[in-house]
C-alpha cells in the first residue's frame, strides 16, 4: 500500500512515481504494436488485392469520363444547355471540331460507344460523321445536319448531355429499370425493358428459398451429429464435407445427370409410374434445377456452424426442462432451440450470401428463369463490355447484402452469432 | 448440524423402510450397463423414507451420477425396479415423474432471466399469471435472491447462480430433489456456507433430498445417511456417525477419514473378538466386523485419535518409535512405526499437560480392542 498513492488528478501513482494509467497505456502500446505487425502483411493483401480493385471497379458505376474527355470543346457548352431548346451553331462547330480531333487520336469509338448506351443507334453516327469532319465548312449546323438527319434530332443532343456527365447516376438508375432524363429527371423504363428489378427479386427469392431449406434440412442433421458418439459423428461430419473436396463444376454437373430429361431421377419416376414417359418432369435449366443444386451446394455451409454451437449446448439444459416437467417438444422449442438460434444466424447469413452472388450453378442449370443477377453480371463484363452497368448491379447487390445484415443485426444481433 | 435429526431413530426407520416397502424412494436389485459389457451399478437395493437426506458418496467412476439419473429418467435401468412412494417409476418419463433437480453446472438456462428460468416449471404446468409471480419472488427470497430476478444467469457469481438453481429445483415444491454435485464448483468458504444453507432448507421444508458427493465432509456434515459407493455397489449405507466409527469394511474405513492398517493372520476367536497374529511375531486383540475365520488374513483398521500413550499395562499395549511430528495447532500428528508399519498415525491432542514427544523417541502406544476393527482383506 505505501508504494501506491492516488492523486486527483493522474488516479493511482507507481512506484516510479509516473501515473500508473500512463505506465499502463506504454506497456500496452509496445504489444500492440507487436500485434499489428503480425497482421499488416495480410492487412496490405486485402487492402491491395481485395478493397482498393473492389472500389476502382464500383466507382465506374457512377463515373465514366469517356465523352468529357475526349470532347473537350463541345462537353462544356452542353451542360450549361438546358436539354430543350435549339442547339445552337456555336454548339455544332465545336462538336465538328471534338469529332476531328477525336478522329485523328482515334478516340472516337470510346465516345461512340459511350453516346450509344444512352441513345441506341447513335455509335454509326459518330463514326460516319467523324470521318467526314474534316472537310466540314461553316456554317456548320446544316453541314452536319447534312451528314447525317439525326443531328437535327434533339433526343441526339439529350443523349450526348447525358453522356457528357462523368459523374453520373446513369447506370444506377438503369441497374434498377429507371432512366435518368438530359434533364436530370428518372424516368421509369418501358414494361417490356424493366428487366433488372425482375432479376434481383429472382435472385433474391432464390436465396432466400435456399437458406430456408439449407435450415429445414441441414437443422436435423447438425442435431443428429451434435448428439452421435465422436467417433461416428466423425464418419458423418466427413460425409458432409466430402462435397468440398470435389469440385464445384463436377456437383453442378452431378446434377445434370440427374435431373436431365433422360436423367436418373426422371427414369425412377417413370419406372414407378409418377410420370408419362413422353411427359417427363423438366428438372433442370429451369428456376428449379438451380434451387435443388444449390441447396445442395451450399449445405454445409449451413451444417457446420448450426454443428459447432449445438456442440457446446450441454444435454443438462434439455435434462433440466425435462426434469421440471417439460415435454419433449416444449424442452425443444423453449430451452433447446433459442440456444442454436447464433447458429442458424450466421449459417443462414453465410449460405444467404453465397446464394445471391452464386454463379456457376445458375448458369450451368438455370436456363432461362433460372439465371441469376450475377449471370447478368457476366455478361455485362464479358458479351456487352458494359462495365459501367456491371458495377452499377454489382453495386445495388452489396446494398442489397447490407441490407440484410443490418436488418439481421436488428432482429437478432450480430454479436449473438457464432461461426465455431 | 449434528443436533438435527438423532441418528439411531432414523437408522431404525431405515431398515424398516426396507424390509416393510413403505420406502418414498426404493431400488430393487437395480442394475446398470451401458455398454452391455460392463455393469456400472451392480444390484442396488436402497429404501428412503419420506424427508430423508441421503448422500452418494464415492470416488469417480463408482455409478453415483448413474444412479441419480435411473432416478431422474435420464437413463434406464437394466434389470431391476425403481419405486417412487411405492409407485413403480421405471417406464415413466422425466417430465411426469415431478423430481426436482440440481445439475453440476447448475444448467440456468443461459436465454432466460433468473425469474423466466424460475418461471419456466410452473408456465409448463400452465400456471396462472399472479400466482406464478408469487411463487418465484417467494422461492427467489428463500434463497436471498430476491433482488436478481432480472438478471441473466451469465450476470452471476457462481454462489449466486447455485442459489437460483437450488430455487428453481424447489419452486414447483417436489417431494424428492436430486443434487448432483451442486457445490463441486464452488470456493471452500462459500461451500460451506451452501452446504448450510442447503441443509436448512431441507430441515425447513421438509423434502426428500439425494445429494451426490465427492467430498467426504460435505457428506459427514449435511447428510442423514451416507450410501459409499464404488465400483457399483453400495459398500456401506449409514449414519455418518456409524459410517466414521463403525465401518463394515475396509474400503469404507479406508474412504472415509484417516485411518492406521495393520495386517495380521486369525489365529482364535472369542465370541466377538479376535486374535490375530502380526508379521513381527506379536499378536493382538480386535472386533470382529467382517473377517474370515480362523487361519485367514485380516485387515485392521484404528482411527488415529483412538489410539493412547503411554499405559503399558493396557490391553494391546505396544512399543512404538516417533519418526515425524507436525505441529497442527490444536492437535500434533505423529508418525510411528508399530508393528513394522512405518506410516502408523497418532494424533495427540493439545491438551494441557499432553505428553511431549521427541522425534527417535521410543513409547508405549495402546488403543481398546473395539477400536481396532478386524475387516475384510
Ligand atoms: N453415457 C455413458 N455411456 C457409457 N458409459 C458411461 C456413460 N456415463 C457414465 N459411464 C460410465 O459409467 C461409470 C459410472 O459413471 P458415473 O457418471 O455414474 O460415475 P460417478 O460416480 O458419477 O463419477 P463422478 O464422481 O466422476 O461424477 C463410469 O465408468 C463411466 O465411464
Ligand atoms: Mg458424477
Redesign the pocket.
Known amino acids: 500500500m505505501s508504494e501506491t498513492a492516488t492523486n486527483p488528478t493522474d488516479g493511482v501513482i507507481a512506484v516510479d512515481g509516473t501515473p500508473l494509467k500512463r505506465k499502463l497505456a506504454r506497456a500496452l502500446f509496445r504489444s500492440r504494436v507487436r500485434a499489428f505487425g503480425l497482421v499488416v502483411p495480410l492487412l496490405l493483401m486485402i487492402i491491395l488485392a481485395f478493397l482498393v480493385p473492389i472500389i476502382v471497379f464500383l466507382t465506374q458505376a457512377v463515373y465514366n469520363n469517356s465523352f468529357e474527355r475526349y470532347m473537350p470543346s463541345v462537353s462544356p457548352m452542353l451542360a450549361a444547355w438546358d436539354a430543350e431548346s435549339e442547339p445552337t451553331e456555336e454548339m455544332f462547330a465545336a462538336l465538328a471540331a471534338d469529332l476531328v480531333i477525336t478522329k485523328n487520336n482515334k478516340n472516337i469509338g470510346k465516345v461512340a460507344t459511350r453516346v450509344n448506351r444512352e441513345l441506341s443507334g447513335t455509335r454509326s453516327l459518330f463514326t460516319k460523321s467523324a470521318r467526314k469532319a474534316k472537310k466540314l465548312e461553316a456554317p456548320f449546323k446544316e453541314a452536319l445536319i447534312d451528314v447525317d438527319k439525326k443531328w437535327a434530332n434533339i433526343a441526339t443532343w439529350q443523349a450526348m448531355k447525358i453522356s457528357e456527365k462523368s459523374l453520373t447516376p446513369a447506370y444506377l438508375a438503369n441497374a434498377v429499370d429507371l432512366n435518368y432524363e438530359a434533364d436530370g429527371s428518372y424516368t421509369v423504363k418501358d414494361e417490356d425493358r424493366r428487366i433488372h428489378i425482375k432479376l434481383f427479386l429472382r435472385t433474391l427469392q432464390i436465396s432466400i428459398f435456399v437458406t430456408l431449406a439449407g435450415v429445414i434440412l441441414g437443422y436435423p442433421v447438425a442435431f443428429l451429429l451434435s448428439t452421435l458418439p465422436v467417433r461416428t459423428s466423425n464418419l458423418l461430419l466427413i460425409l458432409v464435407l466430402l462435397p468440398f473436396w470435389t469440385s464445384l463444376l463436377v456437383r453442378t454437373t452431378a446434377w445434370i445427370a440427374v435431373l436431365q430429361g433422360q436423367g436418373v431421377l426422371n427414369d425412377l419416376f417413370v419406372v414407378f409410374g409418377l410420370a408419362a414417359d413422353d411427359d417427363r418432369f423438366s428438372l433442370i435449366y429451369n428456376k428449379t434445377g438451380t434451387l435443388i443444386s444449390m441447396t445442395h451446394i451450399l449445405l454445409p455451409f449451413m451444417i457446420l456452424p448450426l454443428y459447432s454451437v449445438m456442440k457446446t449446448i450441454p444435454v443438462s439444459y434439455v435434462r433440466a426442462a425435462k426434469s421440471m416437467g417439460a415435454t419433449n417438444w416444449t424442452a425443444f422449442w423453449r430451452v433447446y432451440f433459442p440456444q442454436t438460434i447464433p447458429g442458424i444466424g450466421a449459417g443462414g447469413i453465410l449460405v444467404f450470401i453465397l446464394a445471391i452472388s452464386f454463379y456457376i450453378t445458375p448458369a450451368l442449370v438455370g436456363g432461362q428463369n433460372g439465371t441469376m443477377i450475377s449471370n447478368f453480371i457476366d455478361f455485362h463484363m464479358r458479351s456487352s463490355l458494359n462495365w459501367s452497368l456491371a458495377a452499377a448491379m454489382g453495386m445495388v447487390l452489396l446494398v442489397i447484402v447490407l441490407f440484410f445484415y443490418w436488418l439481421y443485426d436488428r432482429i437478432v444481433g450480430i454479436d449473438n452469432m457464432k461461426l465455431g | 448440524m449434528r443436533e438435527i435429526f438423532c441418528a439411531d431413530d432414523l437408522g431404525e426407520f431405515g431398515l424398516n423402510a426396507a424390509t416393510s416397502g413403505s420406502a418414498f424412494v426404493e431400488f430393487d436389485r437395480v442394475q446398470k450397463s ?2 452391455g459389457e460392463v455393469l ?1 451399478v451392480k444390484d442396488l437395493n436402497l429404501a428412503m423414507p419420506k424427508g430423508e437426506f441421503l448422500t452418494m458418496l ?1 470416488p ?7 444412479c441419480l439419473m435411473m432416478l431422474a429418467g435420464f437413463e434406464t435401468a437394466t434389470h431391476g425396479e425403481i419405486r417412487l412412494d411405492g409407485r413403480e417409476i421405471n417406464n415413466i418419463p422425466p417430465h411426469k415423474r415431478g423430481i426436482g433437480m440440481v445439475f453440476q453446472n447448475y444448467a440456468l438456462f443461459p436465454h432466460m432471466t433468473v425469474a423466466e428460468n424460475l418461471s419456466f416449471p410452473l408456465e409448463v404446468r400452465k400456471m396462472g399469471k399472479s400466482e406464478r409471480e408469487a411463487k418465484v419472488k417467494h422461492a427467489l427470497d428463500m434463497v436471498q435472491m430476491g433482488e436478481f430476478g432480472n438478471r441473466r444467469p451469465a450476470q452471476l457469481s457462481g454462489g449466486q447462480q447455485q442459489r437460483v438453481a437450488l430455487a428453481r429445483a424447489l419452486v414447483f415444491d417436489p417431494e424428492l430433489v436430486l443434487m448432483d ?1 451442486p457445490l463441486g464448483a464452488l470456493d471452500k468458504q462459500l461451500r460451506e456456507h451452501m452446504q448450510y444453507e442447503i441443509k436448512a432448507l431441507h430441515d425447513r421444508l421438509g423434502i426428500t433430498v439425494v445429494y ?1 458427493t ?1 467430498d467426504q465432509s460435505e457428506a459427514l456434515t449435511m447428510s442423514d445417511r451416507v450410501a459409499v ?1 464404488n465400483d457399483g455397489v453400495i459398500q456401506q449405507l449409514a449414519p455418518p456417525e456409524d459410517l466414521y466409527e463403525r465401518p463394515d469394511n475396509s474400503f469404507v474405513a479406508q474412504f472415509i477419514g484417516e485411518n492406521n492398517k495393520l495386517t495380521g493372520k486369525i489365529i482364535g476367536r472369542n465370541n466377538d473378538k479376535v486374535q490375530v497374529s502380526l508379521a513381527d511375531g506379536s499378536s493382538i486383540e480386535a472386533l470382529a466386523v467382517n473377517c474370515g475365520g480362523e487361519g485367514e488374513e485380516t485387515l485392521m483398521s484404528i482411527r488415529p485419535e483412538r489410539v493412547v500413550l503411554g499405559d503399558d499395562t493396557a490391553q494391546n499395549a505396544t512399543k512404538a518409535k516417533v519418526l515425524e511430528l507436525i505441529y497442527l495447532g490444536d492437535h500434533i500428528r505423529c508418525r510411528m512405526n508399530v508393528h513394522g508399519n512405518e506410516d502408523f498415525i497418532v494424533k495427540v491432542a493439545n491438551s494441557a499437560g499432553h505428553t511431549h514427544l521427541k522425534k527417535g523417541e521410543e513409547t508405549t502406544i495402546s488403543w481398546l480392542p473395539e477400536d481396532c476393527r478386524a475387516l475384510d482383506i
Request: no cysteine; hydrophobic share 20%; charged share 20%.
Open positions: 451401458y455398454d456400472v464415492g469417480s467412476g463408482s455409478g453415483k451420477t448413474t454435485e451426490v465427492h459407493f
